[in-house]
C-alpha cells in the first residue's frame, strides 16, 4: 500500500475551503434582503421578460453605462422568473460569485507568487490567505448584497480569468516564447472584453499587468529586451495612456454637471484622495456601523488649502516617493500602491460620479491584501511565525463583523431604522 503525505499545499487549500464555507455561512443572513436603490431602475425591465425576443430586447436596454453593460444585463435575465418573488435569489447568486471569485483569485495569486521564484508550497500559502482575508472582507460586502452591483463582481470574474491566463501564458514564455505571447495577448483581449462588456472598469485589465510586470516580475530571458519593452508599450503602456487621456479629457466639467454633483472635477480629485485612504482604513478595521450603501454624504474638499486635503495629497507623495525611491528593495510597496490606485482610476477621480461607493474597492484592493501578505509569510521566518497567527484572527474577526453585517441587510425593516437614525 502506498500513503499519500499531506504536504503544505494540501494544507493550505483544505483551510481555505473552510473559509470559502464559512463566508458562504456569513452571507446567508443576507439573503432575505430586498431591492434597493439602483437595482429597480436598472432591472425592472426583468417583468417584461418573457421569450427569446424580450430577453434580447432587455439585454440590449441596459443606461448603466457606455456599453450599456449586456453581459451584466444578461445573467440578470436568466433569472427574470424570480423578479416578482424577491431579491434573495439574486443575492444567491451574487454571493455565489464573489465565492467564485476567491477561487479565482487564489489562482491568480499563486501564479503571481510562483512568478517571483517561490516555491508551491509557499506560493499556496501566500495565495490563500490574501485570497481568503478579501472574501471575508466587510468592506466588499456591498458588491455582493447590492443585487445590481452584480456588475462589480461579474466584471471581476473576468478580468481575473483573463489574469490568470496571462500569468499561465507567461509561465511558458521561456520554452515557447512565440505561442506564450500569442497566448497572453489572447487572455488580455478575451479577458479585457468580456470584463468591459460586464462594466467599463474592464478597461483597466492592461493597466493592472502593467503594475504586475512594472514591480514584482522580471522581464523574460527568451525574448530580446528591446523587443520587449516594445511589445509591453504597445499591448499594456498604450491602453494606460488611451485611459489617462481620457480622464484628462474629462476633467473639466460642464455647468450641467457641476449643478447635478455640487463639486468641480479638480474638487472630486481632491476629495477622492482622502476618500481612498478611508477605504483603506475601513478594509482594516472592518466595523459593521461604519459600512453601507447609506452613508453620510462625504464633505466636498475644497482644494490644497484645507489641511485634510492636504495631508491626503502629502501622505499620497510620501507613500509615492519612498515606493520609487526604493522599488527594487521593496517591490511589494510599489505593487500595493501602483494596483490600489490602477483600479480606482475610473471611478475614484475625475469622472462627476458619485463620491462614494465601497464596492469600488472589489479589486483595487486586492493589491495591498497581497502585499502585506507576502510581505509576512515570504521574508524572515519571524515575520512568518507572526503572520500565521495574524491572518487566521484577522480572518475570524472579519468573518464576525461580515455575519453581523449581513444580518443587518438581511432585516430591511431593521436596517432603514438604523440607518435613518445615524445618517438622518
Not at 484628462?248 to 474638487?267: H, N
Not at 505593487?335 to 475614484?348: D, K, M, N, Q, R
Amino acid at each position: 500500500m502506498t500513503s499519500t503525505r499531506l504536504t503544505p499545499t494540501h494544507l493550505s487549500l483544505t483551510g481555505f475551503a473552510i473559509v470559502l464555507l464559512l463566508a458562504w455561512f456569513c452571507y446567508q443572513p443576507a439573503l432575505s434582503g430586498v431591492f434597493q436603490l439602483d437595482d429597480v431602475k436598472n432591472l425592472s425591465g426583468l417583468q417584461y421578460v418573457e421569450d427569446t425576443q424580450t430577453m434580447l430586447e432587455f439585454v440590449l436596454s441596459g443606461t448603466a453605462g457606455p456599453t450599456g453593460r449586456p453581459i451584466s444585463l444578461l445573467t440578470f435575465g436568466l433569472q427574470a422568473d424570480q423578479w416578482q418573488i424577491g431579491a434573495g435569489g439574486f443575492l444567491r447568486v451574487n454571493v455565489f460569485i464573489h465565492l467564485l471569485n476567491a477561487v479565482l483569485l487564489a489562482a491568480f495569486l499563486f501564479l503571481l507568487t510562483r512568478a517571483q521564484g517561490h516555491n508551491r508550497d509557499r506560493s499556496a500559502m501566500v495565495a490563500v490567505a490574501a485570497a481568503g482575508i478579501w472574501v471575508l472582507m466587510p468592506l466588499l460586502a456591498t458588491a455582493s448584497l447590492l443585487v445590481v452591483q452584480r456588475m462589480t463582481t461579474l466584471n471581476a470574474t473576468f478580468a481575473l480569468a483573463g489574469l490568470l491566463g496571462y500569468l499561465l501564458a507567461r509561465a511558458r514564455i521561456e520554452a515557447h516564447p512565440r505561442m506564450a505571447l500569442v497566448a497572453m495577448g489572447a487572455s488580455l483581449a478575451l479577458g479585457g472584453g468580456l470584463a468591459t462588456l460586464t462594466k467599463e472598469s474592464g478597461l483597466l485589465l492592461p493597466l493592472y499587468v502593467l503594475v504586475i510586470e512594472a514591480t514584482l516580475l522580471s522581464a523574460p530571458v527568451s525574448i530580446p529586451r528591446r523587443q520587449w519593452r516594445f511589445l509591453r508599450s504597445v499591448f499594456l503602456g498604450l491602453p494606460a495612456l488611451v485611459v489617462l487621456v481620457y480622464l484628462a479629457s474629462q476633467a473639466v466639467y460642464p455647468e450641467w454637471a457641476v449643478a447635478k454633483r455640487g463639486f468641480t472635477g479638480w474638487e472630486r480629485l481632491m476629495t477622492e484622495a482622502q476618500l481612498l485612504w478611508v477605504y483603506l482604513q475601513k478594509a482594516l478595521l472592518g466595523i459593521p456601523s461604519t459600512l453601507g450603501i447609506y452613508q453620510g454624504a462625504p464633505a466636498v474638499a475644497p482644494g490644497l488649502r484645507d489641511p485634510a486635503t492636504l495631508l491626503a495629497v502629502l501622505a499620497w507623495l510620501l507613500v509615492t516617493g519612498v515606493a520609487i525611491v526604493y522599488r527594487k528593495r521593496w517591490p511589494l510597496l510599489g505593487f500595493a500602491l501602483a494596483w490600489y490606485i490602477v483600479g480606482h482610476l475610473l471611478e475614484s477621480t475625475v469622472l462627476p460620479l458619485e463620491l462614494y461607493f465601497e464596492h469600488r474597492n472589489y479589486l483595487p484592493i486586492v493589491g495591498p491584501i497581497y502585499a502585506v501578505v507576502a510581505a509576512m509569510l515570504l521574508k524572515s521566518q519571524l515575520a512568518k511565525r507572526i503572520g500565521l497567527v495574524i491572518a487566521p484572527v484577522f480572518m475570524v474577526a472579519s468573518a464576525l463583523m461580515l455575519y453581523q453585517f449581513a444580518a443587518l441587510l438581511g432585516e430591511p425593516s431593521a436596517s432603514s431604522r438604523y440607518w435613518a437614525h445615524r445618517y438622518p
